[in-house]
Structure formats: C-alpha cells, structure tokens
C-alpha cells in the first residue's frame, strides 16, 4: 500500500508503524498489543506511543493492524 498519501497521526513516534486519523477509537489495539498502541494525550485517537522492538511486539502490533476495523494500523513497508 501507499503510505504517502495516509493522514499519519503526529503523536506516533517515529518509525515504520503509525496510525492514522481514520481511527474511530475502538480500543482493540491498545487490548491487542499495548506495548505498541495507546490512545493519545488528547484520548482523540489511538496512536503508536513505542515502536515493537522485538518479534514478539512485531508479531502483536501485526495482529493489531489485522484487527482494526478501519484499517487505521500501517506500518511504512507493507506492500
Ligand atoms: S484498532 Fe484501529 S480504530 Fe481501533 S483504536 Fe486502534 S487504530 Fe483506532
């Protein structure tokens, strides 16, 4: 996918995974992997708050983004 043109979220920190303003706060991200994803200072929407640094927290935020039902979860490289 394309990830120029996505709304990126500025709270995410800097790295390959982000959120974008699509999010409708549902929270399962922040269930799924909360190493990764929290809501943001403003409780506005859910944004990356540490980048996974171990296979584990990639294999997470992975099931993370699989589960977002807005498809609001990107991670820089996806194809
Ligand atoms: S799963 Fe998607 S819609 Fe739900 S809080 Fe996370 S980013 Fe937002």
Known sequence: METDSL???????PGPWFT???CIICGL???IAPET????????F??????PDSAEAEADAEEAREA???EAIHR???E
């Open 37 to 44: 994803f929290a809501p943001d200072s403003g409780g506005v």
């Open 46 to 51: 859910h944004i990356v708050h540490h980048q």
């Open 7 to 13: 709304n990126r979220l500025e709270d995410n920190v």
């Open 29 to 31: 991200c922040g269930e």
């Open 20 to 22: 974008t303003d699509d």
């Open 76 to 78: 820089e490289s996806e």
């Open 68 to 70: 977002c039902p807005v």
